[in-house]
């Protein structure tokens, strides 16, 4: 490097091309004009002393810069070519989490997420292996990433999950900890009970099909993992993500499992065994997910109807339809969804109880390659 590089480096010049085009600029003028040269770039004071003193400081630069251009180009053709594999290996083998949120800060990720045959081929993808109808050619404004996202089929790069509640009367009093009888006396001016809103959720993942299999094929089983809970939702999430062995789990005796006081942390183990193993099926023309599973107090079966929550959202709703239990001698109980018919306005029956919400979606960026 020369003193004139290092006087560049000292007030802030640190872009190639600019500091090319001063010692090009310098070489070929007069000293008389140096100051004009540099003035609009630097303060020139520090420059024009070294160059008074170093006869020899400009070609020493023009030496350094041609080294410094090599290396440059160098950089620029390696990089180009970790680009071309940007394209052609990592993004199209990569999740669309990971290629969408590359394409905000990388012009070959914003390529790739923009190209046709990505998309097309993703669309005919996912028809093949979820037995979709033929999907036409996009026209118009469309494109296939608007037919990716238009067909309705489930999610397996997350969880569904619903938040229930229901509220119970609890006499004042009834408390172990006096401070709360305290709260609640104080807060209810003495009656007799206080409303109490207990929280729980439910649970659905559905598993992703067998590699290279279709959902119609004899061979393809799928199976969905259930779960009913008042433990905190990261300790559920966590849970399910981890999973259980299908094929060995032995489900609880009872399906509908009695919800734990709030107060009493569930550990992971425990909850683990509340899980129950069923097999669900997806029916397009209804966008119907059934699941069906067999817990200690008989043949459980859910019907879920799947939709789009609005505009911008895919694939992330579960909506209860029907709920019915099952025993060994053919009587079947129907769980009362607690819903007012479309024709009566829709909603809750009893607005202080709702065991069966919508079921929304929530993605894991762990499980982005299965979207």
Known sequence: ?????????????LDHETRGFLVEALVNAEPEDWRDILEPFMPPERALAVLASSPGALQKSLQALVVVTEEVEALSASSQGFLDSLLSGVLAASGLHTAAHSSRTCRAARESA????LWMHRTEAVRCCWCLPV??????????RDRYFEAVRPRCDGIYVGECGFKRLVQLGAHADLR???????????????????????YVRLLPPPADTEVESEDCKLFALVLQDACPRELAERVLLEGVDPLTHTNPEKGEGKLLDDTIMTGAEKLRRRICVGAYTF???????RIKYRAGDGLFRLTLNLSHAGRLRFA???????????????????????KLPDWKGGGL?????DHFPFMHFRPKSSLEHLL
């Not at 709703?317 to 607690?338: A, C, Q, V």
């Not at 029956?349 to 109880?353: R, S, Y």
């Open 283 to 289: 029916s397009q023309s209804e966008s119907v997910v």
């Open 114 to 117: 923009s190209q046709v045959k």
């Open 1 to 13: 490097m020369s003193e004139l590089l290092d006087v560049f480096d000292d007030e802030g010049l």
């Open 135 to 144: 999907l036409p050619a996009p026209s118009g404004d469309r494109t296939w």
């Open 316 to 338: 992330d709703r579960l909506e209860w339809s029907h709920y019915t239990l099952g025993n060994n001698i053919e009587e079947t109980l129907d769980f009362n969804l607690g």
């Open 349 to 353: 029956i009893d607005e202080d109880k």
């Open 180 to 202: 709360k009888n305290a709260q609640e006396l104080a807060a209810n001016f003495g009656r007799g009970a206080a409303g109490q809103w207990i929280g729980y959720r439910r």
